[in-house]
């Protein structure tokens, strides 16, 4: 029989090997996001590829964390830089066109284009072989990493980006910056080939269309379906299939076809495609493309050979590849011969390129699903998953019980009886759906050794005298003095009152418990800036030197107490991971013999004590709200109709950034899922803005990460769904004199 620590061991082992299949995940999808972004530009700035080519380092720079991007393009035997992106000394560029890059193996640069594959120094200054020490010297970089810009088997430029420290770039950094190449080659060939201009726009469009398609969807069969189909649109051929490596046997097997009978169908999954000996297996060998142009002049494997039968007459392989990886070939069918056109191969090439991030999301997703059936059998994905829909349920039950409470509030004129008996009924059900969804979020994630925090406002010295009235009975019977303080300048805190009690209680309890009658407890909540402490001082037993950081550990007493004394040994395991939720710290100090104190502190709860400066626009303190989601910035705006404030809207992070900057508002209300650039993001970018660091920003998001926005220097935290008096208390919070209704 499996024991308990065997099965948490391996509860904890699958939980983590899913954590990483979710970030595996989130980063495919991220990269996805990107290639669409520049596919989108591309069929935009046709008319002007250098656009296209700022928005390529611009997104390498980012996703990639690198200091600097650099486009340089082939001038005979020398590389001239024709872009750069970053961090660069004023001069630089200068300097560098006066200095340009030999064709040679003094640097990435000329070692990208001479080997025709990306190359890295993790370190210059430990590179015998380096030679442009000026450029060093010039910038500080130490970590380099460039990979060439090939079209047609030809070297035209390369991308090169560095790092001012020595950190070597990752391989998942490594193959983005492969992909930015690759598109940025094709914004290039547009540059130099404005006859072809209109016929390059209609297929990049038709590329943007398909990942768009293909990055809607998670079910592998549906991906690789619309990879074939849109592949074969978008080449004007007749057929095609999608072959998966499958490493275990080293062969390729039919996932997806399209223009196909059923009976080819049949025929092509029932054989089986070597790497070694077919034309699919060369192409991913030599990772590029390869063509038979007609069938009936070539030799044919298993696999040509049922093509042939069926009525095929040319055929082109091309790899998907990961990296250095393969993950597949995408073949393209034609019922008449004849090479395939090098644009069409090109092209291809690219699509190729994204077709095999979506192989590998359909991978992950599919390891995923395994994972998660196992998660359920462990009972832990169950919190993953209702986490997961709270995000998606949230936001729409914003909006139902927000705008169910505008529209009772009469804020845009009267209703009728039956209007408000239904709006009345919708509210209730939206308030019931949410309440059963956080209780079973609540079970799942106590189950999982998470929490929910919910928080509200309330008294400190009421909150810590209903916690001493559980604990008095005790204290008496055993003549424990109990004496509680609440310094000055501790009110009202917004925090999670439920957890805040079950935290004092705790410290309260175990205080009690391990004083020897006559003793002693004392229970003090002070300011510390903007952070409120609590400290539960008793003159008990004390805690062992070496116990003092165990005894936070679960099941655990410290050795301070008989083994018949009650508890689970769970109490301050829950109580620290609750303070860490709240963004606070919890610690103690002790002396066998003496005594313990136990304290905690909750972090930027307490009211400042210097008013905000409200910024006018137009006589009024200006609020700007952040959002992607129309119906929330609609549901934002409404609570704020009526009010001495003007209200600004934008819906992505780059344009979030540009308006703060420009008008310096009162306050920022700042949803964390974004598109571009995320709400952690700006709200770390506002930060780091001398300009902008005093500006309060309130975070209002479906995303429960308290303690990581306070981390970053939010000033509130809400989550939706939010309520008009929640937000109006949130901006009075931060210095805007509001009143709530």
């Known amino acids: 029989m499996t024991g308990p620590s065997e099965r948490s061991s391996r509860t904890t082992r699958i939980t983590r090997d899913?954590?990483?299949?979710?970030?595996?995940?989130?980063?495919?999808?991220?990269q996805w996001a990107a290639s669409r972004e520049i596919l989108a530009a591309l069929g935009r700035a046709a008319d002007n590829p250098g656009e296209v080519l700022d928005t390529v380092l611009e997104y390498a720079a980012r996703l990639c964390g690198a200091q600097a991007v650099q486009l340089f393009l082939v001038d005979g035997d020398v590389f001239r830089v024709e872009r750069v992106s970053g961090e660069t000394p004023e001069d630089y560029r200068t300097y560098l066109l006066d200095n340009p890059i030999a064709r040679s193996r003094s640097s990435t640069v000329g070692r990208a284009a001479e080997d025709m594959c990306t190359n890295q120094i993790a370190d210059v200054l430990s590179d015998a072989e380096y030679g442009r020490h000026d450029l060093q010297k010039l910038t500080g970089f130490r970590t380099l990493l460039s990979t060439p810009m090939i079209l047609q088997d030809e070297v035209v430029g390369v991308l090169s980006m560095w790092r001012t420290d020595v950190k070597p770039f990752d391989d998942r950094e490594r193959e983005l910056l492969e992909e930015f190449a690759a598109q940025g080659a094709i914004a290039l060939r547009l540059e130099s080939r404005g006859a072809e201009l209109g016929s390059k726009v209609a297929q990049l469009e038709a590329l943007r269309d398909v990942g768009d398609a293909v990055g809607s969807s998670l079910d592998p069969d549906e991906v690789l379906d619309r990879i074939v189909s849109n592949a074969v649109r978008l080449t004007g051929t007749d057929g095609g299939?999608?072959?998966?490596?499958d490493e275990s046997d080293d062969s390729f097997q039919v996932r997806a076809a399209f223009g196909s009978s059923p009976d080819l169908v049949e025929q092509l999954r029932a054989v089986t495609i070597r790497r070694d000996s077919t034309l699919v297996g060369r192409a991913a060998l030599a990772h590029r493309p390869l063509e038979v142009p007609d069938l009936?002049?070539?030799?044919?494997?298993?696999?040509?050979?049922?093509?042939f039968r069926d009525g095929w007459r040319s055929v082109l392989a091309v790899p998907m590849l990961r990296g250095d990886k393969m993950v597949g070939v995408l073949v393209i069918r034609r019922r008449s011969t004849g090479p395939f056109p090098p644009d069409m191969t090109e092209l291809l090439q690219t699509f190729a390129s994204q077709s095999a991030l979506a192989i590998v999301n359909a991978r992950l997703f599919g390891e995923l699903q395994t994972k998660t059936k196992e998660l359920e059998i462990a009972s832990q994905h169950k919190s993953d998953f209702l986490a997961s829909m709270s995000h998606e349920l949230r936001t729409p039950l914003n909006a139902v019980i927000g705008f169910s409470e505008v529209l009772l509030d009469r804020m845009f004129g009267e209703i009728n009886e039956r209007q408000d008996e239904y709006l009345h009924d919708i509210l209730n059900s939206g308030r019931h759906l949410l309440s059963l969804l956080n209780e079973i979020l609540d079970l799942s994630k106590v189950e999982a050794g998470q929490m929910v925090l919910?928080?509200?406002?309330?008294?400190?010295?009421?909150?810590?005298?209903?916690?001493?009235?559980m604990v008095r009975e005790r204290a008496t019977q055993h003549a424990i003095t109990i004496t509680v303080k609440v310094a000055d300048g501790v009110d009202t805190v917004v925090a999670d009152e439920l957890r805040f009690k079950q935290v004092v209680l705790n410290l309260l309890s175990n205080a009690v418990k391990f004083t020897p009658d006559g003793g002693s407890v004392s229970v003090r909540a002070y300011p510390d800036g903007t952070d409120l402490v609590v400290t539960v001082a008793d003159?008990?037993?004390?805690?062992?030197?070496?116990?003092?950081?165990r005894i936070f550990e679960s099941f655990q007493q410290g050795r301070r107490g008989a083994p018949k004394e009650e508890g689970t040994g769970l109490g301050l395991t829950l109580s620290r991971r609750i303070v860490g939720l709240f963004g606070g710290r919890m610690w103690l100090e002790s002396t066998p013999?003496?005594?313990?104190?136990?304290?905690?502190?909750?972090?930027?709860?307490?009211?400042?004590?210097?008013?905000?400066?409200?910024?006018?626009?137009?006589?009024?303190?200006?609020?700007?709200?952040v959002d992607d989601d129309r119906a929330s910035l609609d549901l934002l705006s409404a609570y704020l109709d009526g009010s001495p404030t003007q209200v600004m809207r934008v819906r992505d992070g780059f344009e979030a950034l540009e308006l703060v900057r420009k008008v310096l508002p009162a306050a920022v209300v700042l949803e964390i899922e974004l598109p571009q650039l995320d709400g952690w993001e700006v709200l770390a970018a506002l930060k780091a803005d001398p300009s902008t660091v005093a500006i309060p920003v309130i975070i209002a998001s479906a995303v429960d990460d308290r303690p990581r926005g306070l981390a970053l220097g939010a000033d509130e935290y809400l989550r939706k769904p939010i309520s008009r008096d929640e937000l109006v208390d949130a901006l009075r919070h931060v210095g805007l004199g509001l009143e709530s209704s």
């Not at 299939?241 to 490596?245: A, K, N, P, Q, T």
């Not at 009936?296 to 093509?307: G, S």
């Open 18 to 30: 899913s954590s990483r299949q979710h970030q595996e995940l989130r980063d495919v999808r991220h």
């Open 241 to 245: 299939s999608i072959m998966e490596y």
């Open 296 to 307: 009936a002049q070539a030799e044919l494997d298993p696999h040509l050979e049922i093509l």
């Open 454 to 469: 919910e928080p509200s406002t309330f008294g400190v010295g009421s909150a810590l005298d209903y916690s001493l009235t």
């Open 539 to 549: 003159t008990g037993i004390g805690v062992p030197p070496e116990d003092q950081e």
């Open 593 to 625: 013999g003496v005594g313990s104190t136990f304290g905690f502190s909750i972090a930027d709860v307490l009211e400042r004590t210097d008013e905000v400066a409200s910024p006018e626009h137009g006589g009024l303190p200006v609020v700007v709200l």
